[in-house]
């Protein structure tokens, strides 16, 4: 007898298995990121056991039959649509944000390894950001799922000589190491063997990302001033500089940066 199991969940991926299927990731509450195939999620008929779409982004409670083993997908079996983000699909910086969070999410986490904590950072992320906080969302975020993932950056002191960092002193940050070393110049601290690529950066970002709060603060307290978004988009270079090298994979998205920070990225 098949082993049901119910859980809320966030969909980050969908791709069409056959012209009637999907294999789906999703990011449930309780049991982690649960890769799964949908079978006939694309049939009309299927109405009776999914009561709206499953697409990229939407919320909702899903029932399914979990995977014998690592290596297989789970099956879905029933799935019933919450949120489908209508509003956040009309934002166009929002939907790429949303959508940055969703790929950062399926990089840092292994399959079937709760996060709750992350889950619900997630769900406050998304309520972000469609509203005037999304830049300072989408940066909390991928600085929480580092977090989550046991991966958070140090921001607070300097990695080599372990003095507290300041706001007017320049500093590199070190994505394999995750950390940062002050002094931009020869006279700074250095790494030991080089510490591998660095990225040059005012202290006043690095500061302001270490106070940062996450989107569950952010949605609670949203700030009243403006966000900078220059400085926030910086921050948010280093940290995807930071999951690319401990998962050694490009974060496909980054090439929305420029649409969701207001201003154009070379990359």
């Known amino acids: 007898m098949a082993n049901y199991l119910t859980d809320d969940a966030i969909c980050l991926r969908v791709t069409d298995f056959s012209e009637t299927s999907q294999i789906v990731g999703l990011f449930t509450?309780?049991?982690?990121?649960?890769?799964?195939?949908?079978?006939?999620?694309?049939?009309p008929t299927r109405k009776n056991t999914m009561s709206g779409p499953l697409d990229l982004l939407t919320s909702g409670e899903v029932?399914?039959?979990?995977?014998?083993?690592?290596?297989?997908?789970?099956?879905?079996?029933?799935?019933e649509l919450v949120n489908h983000r209508t509003e956040l699909r009309r934002d166009l910086a929002?939907?790429?944000?949303?959508?940055?969070?969703?790929?950062?999410?399926?990089?840092?986490?292994?399959?079937?390894d709760p996060h709750e904590e992350l889950f619900e950072e997630l769900e406050a992320a998304l309520q972000l950001l469609g509203t005037r906080q999304r830049m300072r969302a989408v940066a909390a975020y991928v600085k929480a799922a580092l977090l989550e993932a046991g991966y958070a950056p140090q921001l607070d002191a300097c990695m080599v000589c372990g003095k507290p960092l300041a706001a007017d002193v320049p500093m590199r940050f070190f994505p394999h190491a995750g950390g940062i070393a002050c002094g931009g110049g020869a006279s700074g601290c250095h790494m030991e063997n080089g510490g591998g690529t660095s990225i040059a950066v005012a202290g006043r970002i690095v500061v302001a990302l270490q106070r940062l709060p996450s989107p569950r603060v952010l949605l609670a307290s949203p700030p009243d001033r403006p966000a900078d978004g220059p400085s926030l988009a910086l921050a948010m270079g280093m940290l995807l500089a930071q999951v690319e090298s401990i998962t050694d994979k490009r974060v496909r998205t980054r090439y929305l940066l420029g649409g969701i920070f207001g201003e154009r990225q070379s990359l």
Do not use: D
């Open 29 to 43: 509450r309780k049991h982690g990121l649960v890769p799964m195939i949908a079978k006939g999620s694309k049939r």
């Open 63 to 79: 029932v399914y039959v979990p995977s014998k083993g690592a290596a297989e997908l789970s099956t879905l079996a029933g799935w």
């Open 94 to 112: 929002g939907l790429n944000a949303a959508m940055l969070c969703a790929e950062v999410s399926t990089l840092v986490m292994h399959p079937h």
